[in-house]
């Protein structure tokens, strides 16, 4: 699990709120940080994407290069904790007013929950208590023995963009059964706009409709073909399914991750009021 030192190495930077009435979204997912993965390749272009997500009224981001996979044996999290650092520090001096914490995009494997043990794979904001899982795009995977293997160590799997998958799209309610297991879903904010297809878009709402505790995030990679639109999302959210839904799945939710607490369910609003 993630040391004592980590943890204070990896603090929120302290003159800066975590959300503000100015910029009040807060990002569990983006591709942020230069040179690891397929999002930017230089820090003047990791800036500019910051810039871009801090003009889209984000205020904390938690950078999420790809673990596992196709990088498999790279991006291990001293490495990524190093380059947060490093950008933390282009921000500050380009005077960019956007929090990063260190986090992954990782996709499924049999040996996670090992090397989250072994401090190599990182959970959401290095907090130890929610883990990004990609699941591959052209296939379907079931991930309940994951997902219990995950709650053992009182860790929940926050499944990223399953409307973009070729199967869940399709058939999203097979990720049902996962609810029991602490599941929480990942919508692409682009996606609730339609920019990775139709079948998404619908897919991406239906899965809206369903019990399971929900987020909204950019999955950014560039400022162009990939960029961040989170505002946007909100305002759809906002006048399809109302403020408190869009404000859950676009602040209150990511917050509650990126602090270690439990997201909420959109069923939950009711018996728990205005006190998220």
């Given at each position: 699990?993630?040391?004592?030192?980590?943890?204070?190495?990896?603090?929120?930077?302290?003159?800066?709120?975590?959300n503000?009435?100015?910029?009040?979204?807060?990002?569990?997912?983006?591709?942020?940080?230069?040179?690891?993965?397929?999002?930017?390749a230089?820090?003047?272009?990791?800036?500019?994407?910051c810039?871009?997500?801090?003009?889209?009224?984000?205020?904390?981001?938690?950078?999420?290069?790809?673990?596992?996979g196709?990088?498999?044996?790279?991006?291990?999290?001293?490495?990524?904790?190093?380059?947060?650092?490093?950008?933390?520090?282009?921000?500050?001096?380009?005077?960019?007013?956007?929090?990063?914490?260190?986090?992954?995009?990782?996709?499924?494997?049999?040996?996670?929950?090992?090397?989250?043990?072994?401090?190599?794979?990182?959970t959401?904001?290095?907090?130890?208590k929610?883990?990004?899982?990609?699941?591959p795009?052209?296939?379907?995977?079931?991930?309940?023995?994951?997902?219990?293997?995950?709650?053992?160590?009182?860790?929940?799997?926050?499944?990223?963009?399953?409307?973009?998958?070729?199967?869940?799209?399709?058939?999203?309610?097979a990720?049902?059964k996962?609810?029991d297991?602490?599941?929480?879903?990942?919508?692409?904010?682009?996606?609730?706009?339609?920019?990775?297809?139709?079948?998404?878009?619908?897919?991406?709402?239906?899965?809206?409709?369903?019990?399971?505790?929900?987020?909204?995030?950019?999955?950014?990679?560039?400022?162009?073909?990939?960029?961040?639109?989170?505002?946007?999302?909100y305002?759809?959210?906002?006048?399809?399914?109302?403020?408190?839904?869009?404000?859950?799945l676009?602040?209150?939710?990511?917050?509650?991750?990126?602090?270690?607490?439990e997201?909420?369910?959109?069923?939950?609003?009711?018996?728990?009021?205005?006190?998220?």
């Open positions: 699990m993630v040391s004592e030192a980590n943890r204070q190495s990896n603090e929120r930077l302290p003159e800066r709120a975590l503000t009435p100015t910029h009040p979204f807060v990002d569990i997912h983006c591709h942020c940080l230069p040179g690891l993965d397929d999002g930017p230089t820090m003047a272009e990791a800036v500019a994407l810039k871009a997500l801090s003009d889209d009224g984000i205020s904390t981001v938690v950078a999420t290069p790809h673990q596992l196709r990088w498999d044996d790279s991006n291990w999290a001293a490495p990524v904790r190093a380059s947060v650092a490093r950008l933390r520090t282009a921000l500050a001096e380009a005077d960019v007013p956007l929090n990063i914490l260190p986090g992954a995009d990782v996709r499924v494997d049999e040996r996670l929950t090992a090397l989250i043990g072994q401090d190599k794979v990182l959401v904001a290095d907090a130890g929610h883990v990004l899982l990609e699941l795009h052209e296939t379907f995977i079931d991930i309940e023995v994951l997902l219990v293997e995950l709650a053992v160590m009182d860790i929940r799997g926050i499944v990223t963009h399953p409307e973009r998958n070729s199967f869940l799209k399709r058939q999203p309610d990720v049902r996962w609810l297991h602490g599941c929480i879903l990942q919508i692409t904010a682009a996606s609730l706009a339609g920019r990775f297809g139709p079948e998404a878009q619908r897919a991406a709402w239906y899965f809206l409709d369903m019990p399971f505790p929900l987020v909204v995030a950019t999955d950014a990679h560039d400022r162009q073909s990939r960029g961040p639109c989170m505002s946007e999302a305002a759809m959210l906002k006048e399809h399914r109302g403020r408190r839904i869009a404000r859950l676009c602040v209150d939710n990511p917050v509650r991750i990126v602090e270690g607490r997201a909420l369910a959109v069923a939950e609003l009711a018996s728990r009021g205005q006190n998220l």
